[in-house]
């Protein structure tokens, strides 16, 4: 019972990613300020949003749009981008949110569009008109947010919420995101991987972790209570079926269940968010100040370590195939080094040739990025097939060695006589092609966040900067992983030492190895249909 305990334990830490696996690393942040206008009537009748997109995801939006080469992307050149974040962001409802009372409040499509390049980040700005206008005597509320939290959002310090053409006696208040209770994240937890629309009542709660907006007019206070947004909460749900599109073009995007963001995966992602906001911000200061490459690559090696950290395919993938196949820790490490290495070269290979060479937009950019995705996990699925199949047939394995042999003391020949039987990672030890594989479909889809670094680093003349960055991501990336899959190893070498010469350790061992074969197909067929 303490072996197979032991086993259990370290597997459950070995797959904690695979608990959250649509948990976004979120490469985008918007600074948002919202526009409340009243008619002549004192009521509600559209919304209007100035959204400041992050500077680095703001020249991988403009990649390859200047059309008339004179170092600007003006509005005009940005209408086709305008369109399709529009398009896409209709899908999700424009992350906004409205209603009153036990009534929502239906917004109509999107007008009055149109993005410009600005030097603190491109700015988008758009209205959404109320389908009916609302009298604001009883609190009228407004949500903000991304519910799968590709995008991160805050509000701009200085007048955040703006009442237009308002009646004297109506105020505005805005509260911050509030933590969701356990049962709700248990119910997140438990739904499968290929949901990326909540059910009705999970998107009630989820909302009650975004920014609340509260208008009333009238006497009484517009207090925003701390843990519901009331009425903003109570829209209608959107359709089942996964969106045809996702909003801004985002490179690499994975489809998954939208994890909130809570206890120590909060921490990740605040920690992820907040390096690679000081991460891009070190590659801006470059311009003017050299000492700056040294802070550059301190905090992309710290942000590889930590992106690792997150959930994330790669070392689910390696460290599942180690605990199906190695018993030599070095191999582990050396596939962890070099997949994190291959993912980088695709990265700096990609911009080299789609932005550097062939010009193209981010849009363009982003649908070979999901291409190089889907890739990836076809991969994946397919060396899970294979691992499952060699494991019970044996395929591959060296029939002398399941003898054992007759020098060996009765110790060795007990355990040849069972390998007789089972076929084990001693013997069906991976060989180089098929190592080769696991790095290739793990390195294959490029690292979101290295890309547009490496977008933005074209675009501030600083590339060679933007390359180094990346590949010390890369190693950051490698050091994450590599612990885990030595996890993996000793999780086997401990198992099979506390069992001693003991009877069961051979057909444990067995199952474990076709367990790990099993989680490397399953991950990979499950994220493969989520993301075609």
């Known amino acids: 019972m303490r072996q197979i305990l032991v086993f259990l334990l370290g597997f459950m830490v070995l797959t904690g990613s695979t608990v959250a696996p649509g948990l976004a690393h979120p490469h985008l942040w918007i600074l948002s300020q919202t526009f409340i206008q009243f008619n002549d009537q004192g009521q509600v009748v559209s919304l209007r949003h100035l959204w400041t997109f992050d500077q680095a995801f703001s020249a991988w939006s403009v990649q390859g749009l200047d059309v008339n080469s004179d170092g600007e992307v003006s509005s005009d050149e940005m209408t086709d981008l305008t369109t399709t974040y529009l398009e896409g962001l209709s899908h999700y409802d424009y992350y906004t949110f409205a209603g009153q009372g036990d009534h929502d409040i239906a917004l109509e499509d999107a007008h009055k569009a149109h993005m410009e390049d600005r030097p603190d980040g491109l700015v988008m700005d758009f209205t959404l008109n109320l389908a009916t206008p609302v009298t604001p005597n009883e609190p009228f509320d407004v949500a903000v947010y991304d519910p799968e939290f590709y995008t991160a959002f805050d509000y701009v310090l200085t007048d955040p919420v703006v009442l237009v053409n308002a009646p004297a006696d109506c105020s505005e208040s805005l509260a911050p995101p509030t933590p969701l209770p356990q049962d709700v994240l248990d119910r997140l937890y438990d739904l499968p991987p290929d949901v990326t629309q909540l059910p009705p009542d999970l998107k009630v709660a989820v909302r009650n972790s975004s920014y609340k907006i509260r208008v009333q007019c009238g006497d009484a206070p517009p207090a925003v209570a701390a843990t519901a947004l009331d009425a903003a909460t109570q829209l209608a749900a959107a359709p089942a079926t996964a969106p045809a599109t996702v909003p801004f073009a985002q490179p690499a995007v994975e489809k998954g269940l939208p994890i909130p963001r809570q206890g120590i995966l909060l921490a990740v992602y605040n920690l992820q968010l907040e390096m690679y906001k000081a991460l891009t911000g070190a590659l801006a200061d470059m311009k003017d100040n050299g000492s700056a490459f040294w802070v550059l690559g301190l905090l992309s090696f710290l942000y ?229």
């Open 304 to 532: 590889g370590v930590f992106h690792a950290a997150g959930p994330g395919h790669g070392k689910v993938v390696i460290s599942s195939y180690v605990l199906a196949t190695e018993q030599q820790l070095l191999r582990g490490v050396a596939m962890s080094f070099a997949a994190s290495l291959v993912q980088s070269l695709v990265a700096i290979s990609f911009v080299l040739v789609a932005a550097l060479l062939l010009q193209m937009t981010s849009v363009a950019m982003s649908g070979a990025t999901q291409v190089l995705v889907i890739g990836a996990y076809a991969m994946v699925t397919l060396m899970g097939l294979w691992l499952i199949v060699r494991h019970v047939f044996g395929l591959g394995h060296h029939h002398h060695e399941a003898h054992g042999h007759h020098g060996h003391d009765h110790a060795d020949h007990a355990h040849g006589h069972e390998d007789h039987h089972v076929v084990t990672a001693r013997q069906t030890g991976g060989s180089f092609w098929e190592m080769a594989g696991v790095v290739l479909s793990v390195g294959a889809r490029p690292c979101s966040g290295a890309l547009v670094v490496l977008v933005f680093s074209l675009s501030q003349g600083l590339f060679l900067a933007g390359i180094v960055a990346t590949l010390l991501m890369g190693l950051g990336t490698g050091i994450t992983v590599s612990l885990l899959a030595g996890f993996a190893v000793a999780i086997k070498q401990l198992t099979q030492r506390l069992g001693g010469r003991a009877s069961w350790v051979g057909p444990l061992t067995w199952w474990v190895e076709l367990f790990g074969a099993v989680l490397v197909f399953a991950f990979g067929l499950l994220f493969l249909l989520a993301n075609i």
